[in-house]
């Protein structure tokens, strides 16, 4: 396991300055991603928000699948009468041809 915070001697040297100098800069954009992470997990009302917002998601996809199996049971069932209907049809006028 490599320690990738021990201090290091800085050399004289534009090269050397300028390296420390970005490490610097990458270290600080880093803990401001940090930073903007812990206020949004810290944010009760958005995250509140947010969940309500996905809960209203789910609950009105469930009501259009129900909607559609209630308007297919509907369907299926005048589907059925139909040709029940025609079935008793059929039987009354070869049961009247005999």
Known sequence: MTNDHVSRPVEAGDD???????GLDTTRHEMADTLDELAAR??????GQEKAHELKQRTQVAARSRDVQIRSGIVAAIVLSLILMLARRKR???SDAE
Request: a positive charge; hydrophobic letters at 50%; glycine letters at 0%.
């Open 92 to 94: 009354r006028r070869l």
């Open 42 to 47: 810290l944010d009760v009302k958005t995250r």
């Open 16 to 22: 050397s300055i300028a390296a420390v100098e970005a």
